[in-house]
DNA sequence: AGATAATTGGATAATTATATCCACTTGATG
DNA sequence: CATCAAGTGGATATAATTATCCAATTATCT
């Protein structure tokens, strides 16, 4: 339903806005939310061009949230990798169709709509308030800052 | 969103609910839906493994709807081809998050219920009440049972 | 200025989804 | 029982998505 890109967009946002306004390297956001650290820079990439974060190049550099917590939706994040796709012309182009969708992608669309909504009222802040005191994503407590590369422990499988 | 075959399995039953219990050829369905003829012979084939249509072999064979129009849901459809996939356990793999998904994927999680819910409730029968007196996909006037292979009037583009 | 650590962008590979084709089987009909 | 129109299943092609790799660029630190 939601393509991997934005699973791995997603992840990436949330562990930023959990160390907001720390910046972080795309190798540790790969390593904290478990995403392909070479897919993951072309998603930072994406979501850099779209304004949702920074780039710092360099030493030292890395990617940190560019607005509040509060202010980015989960939809925002979607539309910046993988657009929601509203159906707002008839798919198959019918000329009577062209001002009312017909029920089958009315209704579709109607779905989208929902989606839509839900999505642009969670707010990112919303998600980092884990009830048992765990991280959002990741086992482990959460890393201290410029933390050498060590291994986190994990679980098989 | 939903995926291609998914849209395409949806024309097909809309249409074949439509001339129900009438029984169409692939090619009929095809045509009138705008879907490729070889691909929709395999969506079909997966609505007729999933119990939703009925196929009729040899000269003067086709498929019909196995089920009334509104006893079937738009999810019922959407299951056979191409299943809506609910968040159950951690993406992450996650030990912490074994029994209760982090906030980020109960709100995805939540969405894609929202979606099943609307979906499920949805029944094919409903999308064929068309006020405009136009028949639910496709341009052309309910076209006759059995007519010859006419070529349906259409625009360009 | 040189060394180092970081992102950037381009090329490419692997995988999955979409689509086509064809030989085979099935069943109705004359 | 021969014929022919239809679905079936397998092989294969094409396109889109996901993923990897690397040379080039940029910024920081000493």
Chains 1, 2 share one sequence.
Not at 38 to 53: D, H, T
Not at 85 to 107: D, E, N, V
Request: aromatic share 4%.
């Amino acid at each position: 339903m939601f393509s991997q890109t934005v699973e791995y967009a997603l992840r990436a946002v949330v562990w930023l806005a959990y160390n907001h306004p720390e910046s972080l390297t795309t190798q540790e956001i790969a390593r904290s939310t478990q995403v392909p650290a070479g897919y993951l820079s072309k998603v930072l990439q994406g979501l850099a061009r779209a304004g949702l974060v920074q780039a710092q190049r360099g030493l030292h550099g890395g990617f940190s949230l560019a607005l509040s917590p509060d202010e980015l939706s989960i939809l925002d994040v979607v539309n910046a990798v993988d657009p929601l796709r509203r159906i707002s012309r008839c798919p198959l182009g019918l000329a009577t169709h062209a001002k009312r969708l017909c029920p089958l992608h009315k209704r579709l669309d109607d779905s989208m709509a929902m989606i839509e909504k839900t999505l642009s009222e969670s707010k990112i802040a919303e998600l980092l308030n884990v009830p048992a005191a765990a991280t959002p994503l990741c086992d482990a407590p959460p890393v201290p800052r410029r933390a050498p590369l060590t291994v986190t422990a994990r679980r098989k499988r």
